[in-house]
Every structure is written in C-alpha cells, then in structure tokens.
DNA sequence: TAGAAGTGGAGGGAATATCTCCAGTTAAGG
DNA sequence: CCTTAACTGGAGATATTCCCTCCACTTCTA
C-alpha cells in the first residue's frame, strides 16, 4: 500500500496536522537542503539549479525532488517569512516620527536585504517566482508604501512629483548599482542611494556626505569584467567547503544604517 | 585551388585592399544580414543567436557564417561606429559653454542611445563582447569623460564628491529602469535621470520638473511581469514581417532633449 | 555553358535544466 | 536483532538551446 508521500511532505511544509513525522535523517537533510538552497539562491539568485542545491547540500537530487516537489515549492518555503519581513518593514517605517527618515529607513533597510540576497530581489522585482503565498504577501505590501511615501510629500521632505510606484524602480536602479560594484566592494550601493536620495527631497542646500568614495579605474574595469557574468553559478570549490553560515541571518540585525545616520 | 574566404571577408571587412568583390547576390545577402543584426541586437540584446538574425534575415545560418566567421567579428563590424559616436559625443559636450549643460547633453544622449540599441548598451557596460577595435574606442572615451565631469565640478555644479567613474553606474542605473519600464512607456528612462541629476547637482532649491508622469499601479505590475522575461528572443511572427525600419537610424536625429532644455 | 561562387538548413556536438526511477541503504518498532 | 517501510543517491531520460560545419544543390559570371 502507498503512502501519499506529498501529503505528508506538504503537511510538513505547511506546519498544520502532520499524519506522519519525517524520519530523523530525512528531517536532517531537508533541512540540510533548505540550507543550501537559501545560501546558493542568495548568492547566485533564483536560476541556481536544483541540481547545485543538492550538490552543495550533500545529497542526492531525489532526495531534494522528494520534499519538493517543484523548484517553486522549495522558493515558495525559503521566501514567505522574507517577504512577510518587507512588509513588517515598511509597516515599522511608519512609525517613525520623521516621515522623511521612516522614507529613508524603508528604502535603506530594503535594498540592504535585497543586496544581500539576489534571489530575494529577483523574488521581489519580478513576477516570475514565487506562489501564491508569496504573490499575496507581496500585494499587501502596497498599502503601507503608498502610506510612507504619502506622509514623507505632506511634511515637505519627499518632493511632490515622487509616486509610491516609483519606488520598485528606484530599487531596481540600486539593485543593479549594487550587483555592478558589489564585486568590488559590497557596500557601494549605499553611495548611489544617496545620489539618489538627494534627487528625491523636494528642496535642499547641500548634498548629503557620502559613505563610499567612488570606484577607481581600475576597479571599474574589473567591475565590467565581472558584470552579467559575474559568477552565474557556484563553481567546484563551493561544494567542497560545507555550509558556512548563511549571510541572511544578519538580515535582522539591527547593523548601521549608514545613510539614516547621516540624514 | 582554393581561395581563401576568409582573407576576401576580412578584406571587405576592413575596407582596405579588396581581392576580389563579393559576387552581387553575396553582396545582397551580407547587407541583409547586417540589417537583420543590427535590429535584433537593438532589441534583444547581443545573446541573439545568429540562428535568429539569419532567419530574420531571410538566408541560411551558412550564408552568415560564411560571411562572418565568428559573432564577435559581426558585432565588431555592427558597432565600431556606434561606439565612435559615443567619442564624439563626449568631445562634443566639452564645448558647450555651460559645463552643467555639457554633462546633462552626454548623459542624456548617451542613454537615449543605449535605450533605443540594448545591444549598446551591453557592449558598452560589460567588457564581454566586442573585440580589440571596440576596446581601444572604448578606452578613448575616459579621457573627455574626465574633462567632462571635472569642468562641470568646477563650475560648482556638480556636487564635488562625485566622480568620473561613477558615470558607468549612473548609466547602469538608469538602463535598469528603462528596461524596467520601456515595455509599458519607452521614454519613462527620463524621469529617473531627472531625479537622479537632481541628487547630482551640487545645491538646488527646488526640483526638476519632470518629463513623464510615473507608472500607475497596473503598469508596475505589467511592467514586473515582463522584466527579465521580456522578450529574450523574436518570436515567430517577428520573421514574417520584413524588417522594418531599424530604430537605430534616428540615433543620429537632434531629437528633443526634453531633459536638457528642462535644466 | 562550364565551373567558381554562393546557398540553405539539417544535423553534429556540447551545454544545461528539470525531473524520474530503482537498486541499494538506513532508521524505527516489535 | 531483524524486518520492513522509509529514505537515499545519482545515473540517465527528456527536452532545450546555441554555435558552427558540411555538402548537395543553385546561381552568377565570364
């Protein structure tokens, strides 16, 4: 007789009654799996292969196609809670005092989590990913925005002409500041979200410090070198090194917002 | 006895000593295939194959090769004097007598060029394509780029923390949103340059006004779904049609710089 | 009209990605 | 400790995609 197996893999996913737990070395590797899956998407975005994730997981293909049934179930797990923390994130934006630095807050602290996780980026820019869970989660996101952007216009810091759809470009526009000079120095994208930034106040005398000094020469050229090709795929020393810790879990950390500093 | 082929290809390549003309329907077709590579280069960006643009073309995938014996040497010849032109503009815009001017000239004609040819733009911000011609054009445009920048620095409008080198992102940056937007509004490119120019400029009052209104809600998210999926290669129906006139031919128009009279 | 020049497009070869299958291995429960 | 259901790895089926070659056939030219 058969088992549903999916039933059970879904019951797991979806946390609600679970007919049958997994057995201890199966719950090690999903999660082993799930590990690797969150590395490599953020490192090297959402194309990364299931084939890759197994690979630098340590197991089998069939082992990652049989608690996923899908590459997109497998995003969809890795993704709702990311997605939920955007929109938790422009909802606390909101409660700053400054409307202008609540503004500042949300693009500084979103694009820091999109610079640090491309798939998570790819997740948020483009239609193509994610389930619905995700694609829910996303259209809630809407309100609040038009919200922080509202308020920032009433008080006079965000000039009147700025529209709350401009801010997915405006991330995107950072987005590629950052996956251009990100090879170069991680944290560049800070000096164009200021070039920016001084672009959307509605009126000012000077222009804001910035916290990067520019690239160099030659580290331009590198950064061409390295631009749309900038390693599209782990390569055979990633898989022979285990999993080092995941870059994302500093995504909560409440590090320093450079830019809000200097508003 | 055999002639070789490839001396009497490269021979028209470079314009110099000709052994022998190409035979006059051999000349037809050639011409066909630049017409054809020009175009969906312009559109779909220079990982087309050359399987596409002899089909667009009308002629075998034999008939190209011949003629061309590797894609780089197609785009060499396609865009040397595209990225000519680019020098020129640069030298151009050193002569305007206010340096802030000059600096929005380039910007704004630079990436209304790259915004019309992707392949462009492609060539000009990664160093994978084009070859040793391409290279050393490329590596003349630093020199009046510098100039550029430094005369606009000097007259104090441009913020003196900003560098040359920032122009390559600046104009990264700014091609995401045209190709973030282009699908839904083809000049909306500018509305992000004007934000940005206004974070650029070393003080201002006011705000620019802008050239285009922003994407509403449904344009966003037409324009979410089709980023990075948009059209990657010609469908059927693109071949059916003769080519129509190439968008690169009004490169050259003095188009209304929206942007520049603004300032 | 001979034969050199040119042509089309099938198909070889090399990647790449998703997903299936099953002989063999391992944990859990009696 | 032994049985058996659960689980595993990874070869390989299937399906793409792209670059480029090859050669029987056609067309120009002298």
């Known amino acids: 007789m058969l088992v549903d197996k999916d039933a059970v893999g879904r019951a797991t996913e979806m946390g609600d009654l679970s007919p049958r737990p997994l057995r201890k070395d199966a719950e090690v590797n999903r999660e082993r799996v799930l590990r690797s899956a ?73 694009i820091s989590m999109e610079a640090k996780d491309r798939g998570l980026r790819e997740l948020v820019l483009s239609n193509d990913y994610g389930g619905e869970k995700v694609r829910l989660l996303k259209e809630q996101i809407e309100e609040p925005v038009n919200e922080i952007v509202d ?29 251009y000079c990100a090879y170069v120095d991680e944290s560049m994208w800070k000096r164009y979200l200021v070039f920016l930034l001084d672009g959307l106040r509605a009126s000012r005398e000077l222009t804001t410090p910035l916290p990067n ?51």
């Open 38 to 110: 969150r590395e490599l998407f953020a490192r090297y975005g959402l194309q990364t292969t299931l084939d890759d994730i197994a690979r630098h997981a340590g197991v089998g293909v069939g082992t990652v196609y049989r608690r996923f049934p899908s590459k997109e179930a497998l995003v969809e797990a890795l993704f709702e809670q990311r997605v939920q923390a955007i929109l938790d994130l422009a909802k606390n934006s909101l409660e700053f005092d400054d409307p202008w630095k609540g503004f500042v807050n949300f693009l500084e602290r979103l």
């Open 151 to 179: 308020r920032a216009k009433r008080a006079g810091y965000l000039r009147s002409d700025f529209s709350a759809t401009d801010i997915v470009v405006v991330t995107a526009m950072i987005g590629t500041a950052d996956e």
């Open 213 to 263: 000094e520019g690239l160099s020469v030659d580290e331009v050229k590198e950064a061409m070198g390295n631009w749309k090709r900038r390693v599209q795929r782990p390569n055979a020393s990633e898989f022979l090194r285990g999993s080092p810790g995941c870059k994302q879990d500093e995504i909560f950390d409440h590090q320093n917002l450079t830019i809000l500093d200097i508003q």
